[in-house]
């Protein structure tokens, strides 16, 4: 059972919480928690249902992490495991194939790779940096299950204004050598992650062009 405590700061201010698995009682709180943190133009029907949460905590529950400030819940991360090939190109896959439209069926128990099907924080917590803490907890699972690496593919919600000017490829790009930034990539690099390529069609996001970023934490104890 994964617990973790530590302080978060709001400005200044140490502020207990708790990182920890999410159950059924978590879940009517936790699709309110996506509709603060994707609100329109995101797609209503990709937010979790209660169905899709219950798959989460019985496939893989060790990948199923909220995090609570101050006893309020504040933001969740969810990962599932799989089989992942780098001589392949798995760029090319989607979010919908590679989660099983987010119902995580696709859950391999002996994968060598944790992928990161959704990661969210309240916009109110957004200052905490709580989505940073998740994030690594994730990492914790990565090396106490003996994976490879933690995966995922990262929204780029900032090529939209650069798009008629420059590829998904060279917005990316832009972005690594510190030209550019972006509310997402920007953050997941400085998460500890490390871009693989573009990944076109991943999800239907209008302010990504529906582009994504596919990026990945080598585990570094094997």
């Known amino acids: 059972m ?61 990948g199923a992490l909220c995090v609570e400030v101050g006893g309020v819940l504040a933001g969740s991360v969810t990962g599932f495991k799989m089989n992942y090939d780098p001589e392949e190109a798995v760029h090319r896959h989607t979010w919908s194939e590679v989660t099983a ?47 490879q690496r933690l995966l995922g593919a990262g929204r780029m919600p900032g090529y939209h204004k650069h798009s008629p000017r420059m590829t998904a490829e060279e917005y990316l790009a832009g972005v690594v050598s510190g030209d550019l930034a972006d509310p997402v990539i920007t953050f997941l690099l400085r998460c500890g992650r490390t871009p693989l390529g573009v990944a076109a069609d991943y999800l239907e996001d209008e302010e990504s062009c529906n582009f994504a970023a596919l990026m990945e934490w080598r585990n570094p104890f094997l």
Do not use: M
């Not at 698995?21 to 603060?36: C, G, N, R, V």
């Not at 060598?112 to 109110?124: E, F, G, H, S």
């Open 2 to 62: 994964y617990y973790k405590t530590f302080y978060a700061f709001d400005q200044k201010t140490p502020v207990p919480a708790v990182i920890r698995q999410y159950t059924e009682d978590d879940f009517a709180e936790l699709i309110k928690i996506q509709s603060e943190a994707f609100p329109p133009p995101y797609p209503a029907e990709l937010l979790w249902n209660r169905e899709q949460l219950h798959n989460h905590v019985t496939r893989f529950p060790e």
């Open 101 to 147: 439209d987010g119902y995580l069926t696709t859950h391999q128990p002996d994968g060598n790779t944790l992928y990161i099907a959704d990661l969210c924080v309240r916009p109110k917590y957004r200052s905490l940096g709580l989505g940073k803490e998740l994030v690594q907890s994730l990492y914790h699972v990565v090396v106490e299950q003996k994976l």
